[in-house]
């Protein structure tokens, strides 16, 4: 059973699509067991207490630097000995050390589909807002491996959403978070903890599960 920490920052609306995911069986040898937050006022932190799930704060401001905020996190999910890491709308940018250490052990979901709009500054409405003004007729989402570069790890699953005339940025952002990330993440934490992930030469693999020859797919 391979031990999840979920990492957050606000609503934890995707923390709320794995607990739901993991209490209909549909996150198969996982469990999430850690909810860490980047603040102590996250809603996500309530989401997990209702769940019975330990929670814990970790505010960047409480370490002198970057490095230092990685590697007590770091310390903290090998002593709960967690074997993937999850971001779900968390809002603080990891060491390049703290990568390396859980290195294609730490899954994003991001709100578009990558490489377009993505990368610093691209988080939340922000999003949504720049996909509007471009124009674009379609977004979506991206399940993703955290490397240093941030939103350039290898992409494990992504999903189109149709852009509809009139959107606002909240009304498309609820959409891409209904059709696509509450989808693909909970899918892809599953696919982790089955083991049928593989990444070579940048490339993500999903084998097909042993009770569907046809599901697997590269994705």
């Given amino acids: ?19 739901d995911a993991e209490a209909a069986g549909n996150i198969k040898n996982g469990e999430i067991c850690a909810v860490v937050a980047s603040r102590p006022d996250a809603y996500a ?20 630097s970057a490095e230092a905020y990685g590697e007590a996190l770091g310390d903290l999910l090998e ?17 390049d050390a703290f990568c390396r250490r859980f290195q294609n052990r730490i899954i994003n979901v991001h709100p578009s589909l990558i490489p377009s709009f993505c990368g610093e500054g691209f988080y939340g409405l922000r999003v949504h807002e720049a996909a509007l ?5 379609v977004t979506g989402a991206t ?3 955290v490397s240093e570069v941030v939103d350039g790890g290898e992409i ?16 498309l952002q609820k959409r891409v978070m209904r059709e696509a990330e509450w989808v693909l993440l909970p899918r892809a934490v599953s696919q982790f903890c089955e ?23 590269n994705r």
Avoid at 195 to 217: F, S
């Fill in 1 to 19: 059973m391979v031990k999840i920490a979920v990492l957050v920052s606000g609503g934890g609306t995707n923390l709320q699509a794995l607990i």
């Fill in 79 to 95: 002593q709960l000995g967690i074997g993937l890491v999850v971001l779900a709308g968390f809002m603080t940018v990891l060491s």
């Fill in 45 to 64: 932190i309530t989401r997990a207490k209702q769940a019975f799930i330990p929670t814990y704060v970790m505010r960047r401001r409480d370490y002198g």
């Fill in 133 to 137: 003004q471009k124009g674009v007729k």
């Fill in 143 to 145: 399940v993703h491996f």
């Fill in 156 to 171: 494990i699953a992504q999903k189109a959403v149709a852009v509809q005339p009139g959107d606002t940025p909240e009304v």
């Fill in 195 to 217: 083991g049928r992930i593989t990444v070579q030469d940048g490339v993500v693999y999903i084998a097909a599960a042993d009770d569907d020859e046809n599901e697997g797919e």
